[in-house]
């Protein structure tokens, strides 16, 4: 279904019956609680609030927008109402044929009906609630972009980074080491130049999608975005920097981080579930424009304790980018690849047709190293094509049945992490590395031809079995 923008994609959503809309919610005591109820329920619907007391009606906040797999499959053209084994297969499908379509740039745009320069700036003046109750500090920027430009090659990045109001024009961003802004970043800073950004709080979801893929370093979110969306992002030269910014996003704040002034961020809740990095010193950024258009949506994707609606639906996105790294390092008969909620890029499942003796040590190591699971990674295992992965229970009954703790476990020490993941110490922001452990839970390839038999039901049994007696046992036909 083809969209135009944030406000022509809310109109498809609420077609959907996936749109509620509140009208005076308290910016701290009600935003941050009613979208932590909606994320953590799974299926939530996306809420839109407005008539915020104590700004002006118009300034509204959309949350959870895309924290359902069907809202993702609205967002990418994909048909509704399927599987998480169908929205990754047809994810695999279009990591592999999509062709990048570079944005196009525009002379205007709804998002400047609005121009806010310099000492007129005031960012008090649209609601950054407080998210979690132990928050440091006023996030306006969670579901955002931030617009960078490498000063070496001159591509454009577009990434999802927390964004913490500090003063009147002031934020700070917290990039972790490793991450794209924070490499763009360092090298302006040894050329001593301060960093131009441009940072997008409110957009067409596919947008946000690319701001959290993990693409390649020099790939721009704004061609993959193209690809997804089968055309051209509409893109404007901002006024200062010259950053394209969407045409038709909501909001852009544009403005340069310093290489030299600090102020504290954080802590704040993140998406491991934990306040795990405390507050450290940030780089400012000075904004100097604000662009936005009439009765602006800020999009917010606050992050909270495992298990969330947006990590099943980036979860299906980030496991197809694996299954297809895998493959491309020449790996044959990988089947199915999840990252369970329960512990988001902590915990990630493959499955295997084993094919030769080292097959399942083979794909471990690459699925926890590769671009698409390096970032935060904890566990990785390996189960036979016989186990479902996306079903938590089954994965952990091959764990418990088919691996020995002392022959099935490898370790990998000192793999990227990040002062967000609560094993690293706190305080530790020079040193924030994890171990991974790869878990064998194939059956062993020297077993072959004496594999134990499983009791289970054929699925022609079961189906059979249901269809005789599923009305009795169920009140219908299909299992609960």
């Known amino acids: 279904?083809?969209?135009?923008?944030?406000?022509?994609?809310?109109?498809?959503?609420?077609?959907?019956?996936?749109?509620?809309?509140?009208?005076?919610?308290?910016?701290?005591?009600?935003?941050?609680?009613?979208?932590?109820?909606s994320e953590r329920s799974m299926t939530g619907p996306a809420v839109l609030f407005s008539d915020i007391p104590g700004f002006d009606a118009g300034r509204r906040i959309l949350v959870n927008p895309i924290s359902s797999l069907d809202r993702v499959a609205l967002t990418v053209g994909f048909p509704t109402g399927l599987s998480k084994a169908d929205y990754c297969d047809l994810w695999l499908e279009k990591t592999r044929t999509i062709t990048p379509i570079p944005p196009r740039e525009v002379d205007d745009g709804p998002v400047m009906e609005n121009v806010i320069r310099d000492g007129d700036v005031d960012l008090s003046s649209f609601p950054a609630p407080i998210w979690h109750r132990g928050d440091g500090g006023r996030y306006i920027g969670t579901g955002?972009?931030?617009?960078?430009?490498?000063?070496?090659?001159?591509?454009?990045?577009?990434?999802?980074?927390?964004?913490?109001?500090?003063?009147?024009?002031?934020?700070?961003?917290?990039?972790a080491p490793g991450k794209h802004l924070a490499i763009v970043r360092d090298k302006l800073f040894e050329q001593g130049k301060p960093m131009p950004v441009a940072i997008s709080l409110g957009h067409d979801p596919a947008i946000f999608m690319g701001g959290s893929t993990p693409l390649p370093y020099g790939q721009s979110e704004y061609d993959y975005v193209g690809g997804l969306k089968n055309r051209a992002i509409d893109v404007l030269p901002c006024e200062l920097s010259g950053l394209p910014i969407p045409a038709r996003s909501e909001l852009v704040l544009e403005g340069e981080i310093s290489p030299t002034e600090k102020l504290p961020e954080g802590p704040f809740g993140e998406w491991p579930g934990y306040y795990a990095s405390g507050q450290r010193t940030e780089y400012v950024t000075t904004i100097r424009r604000i662009y936005h258009r009439n009765a602006p949506i800020m999009v917010g994707t606050?992050?909270?304790?495992?298990?969330?609606?947006?990590?099943?639906?980036?979860?299906?996105?980030?496991a197809a980018r694996v299954r297809e790294e895998i493959r491309k390092a020449g790996i044959p008969d990988v089947k199915h690849v999840w990252?369970?909620?329960?512990?988001?890029?902590?915990?990630?499942?493959?499955?295997?047709?084993?094919?030769?003796?080292?097959?399942?040590?083979?794909?471990?190591?690459?699925?926890?190293?590769?671009q698409g699971a390096a970032y935060m990674g904890r566990y990785v295992?390996?189960?036979?094509?016989?186990?479902?992965?996306?079903?938590?229970?089954?994965?952990?009954?091959?764990?418990?049945?088919?691996?020995?703790p002392v022959r099935d476990i490898n370790i990998i020490p000192r793999a990227w992490s990040d002062?967000?993941?609560?094993?690293?110490?706190?305080g530790n922001a020079e040193a924030p590395f994890n171990s991974r452990a790869i878990i064998?839970?194939?059956?062993?390839?020297?077993?072959?031809?004496?594999?134990?038999?499983?009791i289970s039901l054929s699925p022609e049994e079961r189906a059979a079995a249901l269809e005789k007696w599923g009305g009795i046992l169920f009140g219908s036909s299909q299992a609960r």
């Open 1 to 37: 279904m083809a969209y135009d923008d944030l406000r022509d994609w809310l109109t498809h959503v609420e077609a959907m019956g996936d749109l509620r809309h509140i009208r005076g919610a308290h910016l701290d005591d009600d935003i941050g609680p009613i979208t932590e109820i």
């Open 144 to 175: 955002c972009v931030v617009i960078t430009r490498d000063p070496d090659d001159n591509w454009i990045n577009l990434g999802t980074y927390r964004v913490m109001v500090a003063g009147r024009n002031q934020v700070t961003i917290y990039a």
């Open 302 to 318: 606050p992050p909270t304790k495992p298990p969330t609606g947006v990590g099943t639906a980036l979860g299906t996105v980030r």
């Open 339 to 370: 990252f369970h909620e329960f512990g988001s890029r902590f915990f990630l499942a493959v499955s295997i047709k084993q094919r030769y003796a080292g097959h399942a040590a083979q794909v471990g190591h690459v699925a926890t190293m590769c």
């Open 381 to 404: 295992v390996v189960v036979d094509d016989d186990i479902d992965v996306y079903d938590t229970m089954d994965v952990m009954w091959a764990m418990a049945t088919r691996s020995d």
């Open 419 to 426: 002062e967000l993941d609560p094993m690293v110490a706190q």
């Open 440 to 454: 064998d839970a194939t059956w062993p390839w020297e077993w072959r031809g004496k594999i134990p038999t499983v």
